[in-house]
């Protein structure tokens, strides 16, 4: 993995200390043309990885790297799966039942399964999960997809709900069928570091806020450092600036500075912003 | 050690059940719900032990706790049934569809001495906390008016009837979105003396509301101006947002964050300024144990198993969730009222006119 990935929050109206900033940003970044902009000025900075939720706008991002493949030869997505609100909305209007039918393609087999009852739930589960992973990796058919993430708010549902066979499944299939680096995103990761562990899935990717100012690090910031250090696994930090709380230099020298960290995950909107963070990692990441 | 069930595995309930199964002071006994592919998968997996009966789960399981988020109708009758076998009770919100139902079991919460608390989520965010803060030192003088707003993309389009396209279920964005800004009016101002104004308006739904407006009147002179849409696709989820206008200055809150204007700070905390102090949610916002979606869901359940243990009485009472639901009746009266006896006056104007010292 490369030192930065560059991520997407700020293209979809998605800001923690600010609705107005999220209004202006999802008014500014409305038409595609601006964020393919962004995501240039990135990429012509050398972050070449875009780890990005599947909101159906990225598809519009994946035609243009699709059609132009020698100028963004190197250019390589990280998707997250589900964009949540999709599902979060569909469940309030139609049930977790109603959800599934919907978003499966395979209608039949999801109707077999619902009246299959629990002689067919271990299949049924599998069977499921491996048609919503394929209708949301759809939009990415022959673009370079080396890692593949599942998002916070499924990872630490499963998480709190003991639901553990689901990331073994999710694991399998992303590397079965796209042989791909399976990801897991989460705000407890201590926790989920340590049920990884147990279920022997080896040297996962786990992407979760490591900041200093311990902003949505769920089980304190000296767990996680305690982690960082004894266990293996490949992290990944985000919300580095702990959504802006902390000044930009003060924030990336304590990341660098923090134990076995593969990697930075940041938003940014202006090729000066993307070459300061730049920038900073190449002055404080020292190995 | 307490032990929990967990009623209703819809959106809610799936996201309490994750969260309190996640808690260490806890431990799951039961859930229960009427779909059975959803708790044979979760038994399967998960091992936790089933049922698809309410009753039958009462009868053949032991527990100090229940949390209850099956749709709203049938919240009164599944919390009665609890208090009377002595169990702690979390309710999501709206707590009930009648008012005097809401008081018969705030009555009975507390014969038993029983812990009691409604899902009213946003007394848990930080902002909106702050704004209690606020208000208790009276950082912003007399409080003279509130806009309380909430939109969100919920219902955009007809569909198929649920529960939640009922409004005699509890479903509608008044029962559902609007609940919610209601409440933190109870909190911030206790129960309004009077509403009016009041539209409850389908945008899409055949058989609720889509929109909720009205104004409500405090005492001494306090008015509150509700603005609720759950038809706005403008906003990514739901959003709730609270004007308040003082004596003092103004202060504008909402999940991210407090904007608050002061003309004079000698009243306000230590942390606020004349003129425009800002405070974000990374500030104001306390860490929790376990996170899945916004910390003020952990933070209320959290809150709930330590009161329950202690037997303390819960920031979110049976007592206060009343009060929305008297409030919501209350809206539900006024919108239905004969429209020729609320009419505005046409002839104002003209009549106006003739007196009009200018003639």
Same mark, same amino acid.
């Given at each position: 993995?490369?030192?930065?990935?560059?991520?997407?929050?700020?293209?979809?109206?998605?800001?923690?200390?600010?609705?107005?900033?999220?209004?202006?940003?999802?008014m500014?970044?409305?038409?595609?043309?601006?964020?393919?902009?962004?995501?240039?000025?990135?990429?012509?900075?050398?972050?070449?990885?875009?780890?990005?939720?599947?909101?159906?706008?990225?598809?519009?991002?994946?035609?243009?790297?699709?059609?132009?493949?020698e100028?963004?030869?190197?250019?390589?997505?990280?998707?997250c799966?589900?964009?949540?609100h999709?599902?979060?909305?569909?469940?309030?209007?139609?049930?977790?039942?109603?959800?599934?039918?919907?978003?499966?393609p395979?209608?039949g087999?999801?109707?077999?399964?619902?009246?299959?009852?629990?002689s067919?739930?271990?299949?049924?589960?599998e069977?499921?999960?491996?048609?919503?992973?394929d209708?949301?990796?759809?939009?990415?058919?022959?673009?370079?997809t080396?890692?593949?993430?599942?998002?916070?708010?499924?990872?630490?549902?499963?998480?709190?709900?003991?639901?553990?066979?689901?990331?073994?499944?999710?694991?399998?299939?992303?590397?079965?069928?796209?042989?791909?680096?399976?990801?897991f995103?989460?705000?407890?990761?201590?926790?989920?570091?340590?049920?990884?562990?147990?279920?022997?899935?080896?040297n996962?990717?786990?992407?979760?806020?490591?900041?200093?100012?311990?902003? *949505?690090?769920?089980?304190?910031?000296?767990?996680?450092?305690?982690?960082?250090?004894?266990?293996?696994?490949?992290?990944?930090?985000?919300?580095v600036?702990?959504?802006?709380?902390?000044?930009?230099?003060?924030?990336?020298?304590?990341?660098?500075?923090?134990?076995?960290?593969?990697?930075i995950?940041?938003?940014?909107?202006?090729?000066?912003?993307?070459?300061?963070? *730049?920038?900073?990692?190449?002055r404080?990441?020292?190995? | 050690?307490?032990?929990?069930?967990?009623?209703?595995?819809?959106?809610?309930g799936?996201?309490?059940?994750?969260?309190?199964?996640?808690?260490?002071?806890?431990?799951?006994v039961?859930?229960?719900?009427?779909?059975?592919?959803?708790?044979?998968?979760?038994?399967?997996y998960?091992?936790?032990?089933?049922?698809?009966?309410?009753?039958?789960m009462?009868a053949?399981?032991e527990?100090?706790?229940?949390?209850?988020?099956?749709?709203?109708?049938?919240?009164?009758?599944m919390?009665?049934?609890?208090?009377?076998?002595?169990?702690?009770?979390?309710?999501e919100?709206?707590?009930?569809?009648?008012?005097?139902?809401a008081q018969?079991?705030?009555?009975?919460a507390?014969?038993?001495g029983?812990?009691n608390?409604?899902?009213?989520?946003?007394?848990?965010?930080?902002?909106?906390?702050?704004?209690?803060?606020?208000?208790?030192?009276?950082?912003?003088?007399?409080v003279?008016?509130?806009?309380?707003?909430?939109?969100?993309?919920?219902?955009?389009?007809?569909?198929?009837?649920?529960?939640?396209?009922?409004?005699?279920?509890?479903?509608?964005?008044?029962?559902?979105?609007?609940?919610?800004?209601?409440?933190?009016?109870?909190?911030?101002?206790g129960?309004?003396?009077?509403?009016?104004?009041?539209?409850?308006?389908?945008?899409?739904?055949?058989e609720?509301?889509?929109?909720?407006?009205?104004?409500?009147h405090?005492?001494?002179?306090?008015?509150?101006?509700l603005?609720?849409?759950?038809s706005?696709?403008?906003h990514?989820?739901?959003?709730?947002?609270?004007?308040?206008?003082?004596?003092?200055?103004?202060?504008?809150?909402?999940r991210?964050?407090?904007?608050?204007?002061?003309? !004079?700070?000698?009243?306000?905390?230590? !942390?606020?300024?004349?003129?425009?102090?800002?405070?974000?949610?990374?500030k104001?916002?306390?860490?929790?144990?376990?996170?899945?979606?916004?910390?003020?869901y952990?933070?209320?359940? !959290?809150?709930?198993?330590?009161?329950?243990?202690?037997?303390?009485?819960?920031?979110?009472?049976?007592?206060?969730?009343?009060?929305?639901?008297?409030?919501?009746?209350m809206?539900?009266?006024d919108?239905?009222r004969?429209?020729?006896?609320?009419?505005?006056?046409?002839?104002?104007?003209?009549?106006?006119?003739?007196?009009?010292?200018?003639?």
């Amino acid at each position: 993995m490369d030192k930065l990935l560059f991520g997407d929050n700020q293209f979809f109206g998605v800001n923690h200390m600010s609705e107005e900033k999220a209004r202006a940003q999802a008014m500014r970044f409305q038409d595609i043309e601006a964020v393919i902009s962004v995501l240039d000025a990135a990429y012509d900075e050398g972050v070449r990885t875009f780890m990005c939720t599947t909101h159906e706008r990225i598809e519009l991002v994946a035609d243009r790297v699709r059609a132009n493949p020698e100028r963004y030869a190197d250019f390589q997505f990280y998707p997250c799966m589900p964009y949540a609100h999709k599902y979060a909305n569909a469940v309030t209007e139609l049930g977790i039942l109603g959800t599934l039918k919907k978003f499966t393609p395979d209608e039949g087999l999801i109707s077999a399964a619902f009246k299959g009852g629990i002689s067919l739930a271990t299949k049924d589960v599998e069977g499921i999960a491996k048609l919503l992973i394929d209708a949301e990796m759809k939009m990415f058919a022959g673009l370079r997809t080396p890692v593949v993430f599942l998002q916070n708010v499924v990872v630490d549902l499963l998480l709190g709900l003991k639901f553990y066979e689901a990331f073994r499944i999710f694991a399998d299939h992303i590397k079965a069928a796209y042989g791909a680096e399976p990801g897991f995103i989460t705000m407890n990761m201590p926790l989920l570091v340590s049920v990884l562990a147990d279920l022997g899935i080896e040297n996962p990717i786990i992407c979760a806020n490591i900041n200093k100012a311990g902003f *949505r690090m769920c089980g304190g910031i000296e767990a996680y450092e305690q982690t960082l250090r004894t266990h293996s696994f490949r992290s990944i930090a985000m919300s580095v600036f702990a959504s802006g709380a902390l000044p930009a230099s003060e924030a990336i020298e304590w990341v660098c500075a923090q134990p076995n960290l593969e990697s930075i995950v940041f938003g940014a909107s202006s090729r000066g912003n993307i070459r300061n963070t *730049r920038e900073l990692v190449d002055r404080y990441w020292e190995n | 050690m307490i032990r929990v069930a967990v009623v209703g595995l819809g959106k809610m309930g799936m996201s309490h059940y994750a969260i309190v199964n996640a808690h260490p002071d806890v431990q799951v006994v039961a859930v229960c719900d009427g779909s059975s592919y959803i708790t044979d998968v979760l038994e399967k997996y998960t091992g936790v032990k089933t049922f698809s009966d309410f009753g039958q789960m009462l009868a053949k399981v032991e527990m100090d706790a229940a949390i209850i988020a099956t749709p709203s109708k049938a919240h009164a009758s599944m919390v009665k049934a609890c208090l009377e076998k002595g169990i702690h009770v979390f309710c999501e919100k709206p707590f009930t569809l009648n008012p005097l139902e809401a008081q018969e079991l705030t009555a009975l919460a507390k014969e038993r001495g029983l812990v009691n608390q409604v899902g009213y989520h946003y007394r848990f965010v930080g902002a909106f906390q702050e704004v209690k803060r606020l208000l208790d030192a009276k950082a912003i003088g007399r409080v003279t008016h509130v806009l309380a707003e909430a939109y969100g993309p919920v219902v955009l389009r007809p569909k198929g009837s649920t529960w939640r396209t009922k409004r005699e279920e509890g479903g509608g964005c008044l029962y559902d979105y609007a609940a919610h800004p209601l409440n933190l009016l109870n909190w911030y101002f206790g129960m309004p003396t009077a509403v009016g104004g009041t539209v409850l308006n389908s945008i899409f739904s055949k058989e609720t509301d889509d929109e909720a407006y009205a104004t409500l009147h405090f005492e001494g002179g306090l008015s509150a101006q509700l603005s609720v849409n759950w038809s706005d696709e403008s906003h990514r989820k739901m959003s709730t947002k609270l004007t308040l206008l003082g004596t003092n200055g103004r202060i504008v809150a909402d999940r991210q964050e407090v904007q608050v204007y002061l003309r !004079d700070a000698s009243a306000a905390p230590a !942390d606020y300024r004349e003129g425009w102090t800002v405070r974000n949610t990374t500030k104001l916002t306390e860490e929790v144990w376990f996170y899945i979606r916004g910390e003020e869901y952990s933070a209320q359940i !959290d809150h709930f198993v330590r009161s329950a243990q202690d037997g303390r009485e819960t920031v979110n009472s049976f007592a206060s969730a009343a009060e929305t639901d008297e409030v919501i009746a209350m809206l539900v009266a006024d919108a239905s009222r004969d429209l020729d006896t609320r009419a505005p006056v046409k002839t104002v104007t003209s009549k106006r006119k003739r007196f009009s010292i200018f003639g």
